[in-house]
């Protein structure tokens, strides 16, 4: 199994909603990453976690809170986002220094 | 910190024809092997090819090829006989973690 399987694809949630992005991989991965992605601009990296304890955040403001439960899992909780919060969020992970696999994104919408 | 720099925002290429991307970067980690992704319209991130930053050859993966100068800090990948379907924006991530501003390459018929 080498995917990375995020959920939901598409999210449309109230400036005032809770809501979370899911991440999981079946592949041993140590490192799981999120980044952001706006229209037409290069993905920005967001966390990194590295055998499941926060290794890098980007400066990220803090209604972004990431969460690594266990090796294969890697949820973003979102909470009071603004609309210029709407954007793709890349989910992937690597073994190491080696190419990292990628989820098909979680497109979100904040209305 | 990284610095990752695509200067070629736009790229056209005849079918059939060979293109090259270019891409410097300046990492204060010399571990980092360089990666280059392709990125469709339709947003999934695909891995081309890596170079190790200690390997003496250039890598090879089918139609894609790294031309790898160490010394520079370059790593331009060249895709030979280009297809429709190698339309994209193209990104050289040192270690996965930044990317530069990425080149859309068109595949012309």
């Known amino acids: 199994d080498t995917e990375v399987t995020q959920t939901p694809k598409h999210l449309v949630m109230g400036m005032t909603n809770k809501k979370s992005l899911k991440c999981e991989q079946h592949?041993?991965?140590?490192?799981m990453y999120w980044y952001k992605q706006k229209a037409k601009k290069p993905p920005e990296l967001m966390f990194v976690y590295s055998y499941e304890k926060l290794s890098i955040n980007e400066s990220v403001p803090s209604r972004f809170s990431p969460e690594c439960p266990n090796s294969s899992l890697l949820n973003l909780h979102l909470h009071a986002l603004q609309p210029e919060d709407s954007a793709l969020y890349l989910c992937?992970?690597?073994?190491?220094?080696?190419?990292?696999?990628f989820g098909q994104g979680t497109r979100l919408t904040v209305v | 910190a990284q610095k990752i720099t695509q200067t070629q925002p736009g790229m056209f290429v005849q079918e059939k024809e060979a293109v090259t991307l270019d891409c410097t970067y300046d990492?204060?980690?010399?571990?980092?092997?360089l990666f280059w992704y392709k990125q469709p319209s339709s947003g999934e991130m695909i891995f081309l090819i890596y170079?190790?930053?200690?390997?003496?050859q250039n890598a090879t993966e089918g139609r894609y090829s790294l031309n790898f100068q160490k010394a520079r800090k370059s790593a331009n990948l060249v895709i030979s006989a280009s297809q429709l379907g190698d339309s994209a924006m193209y990104f050289c991530?040192?270690?996965?973690?930044?990317f530069g501003t990425g080149t859309r390459l068109t595949v012309i018929p």
């Open positions: 990492t204060s980690d010399p571990s980092y092997g």
């Open positions: 170079q190790g930053s200690y390997d003496q």
């Open positions: 992937a992970s690597t073994s190491g220094n080696t190419e990292a696999f």
């Open positions: 991530p040192p270690g996965n973690l930044f």
């Open positions: 592949m041993g991965h140590r490192a």
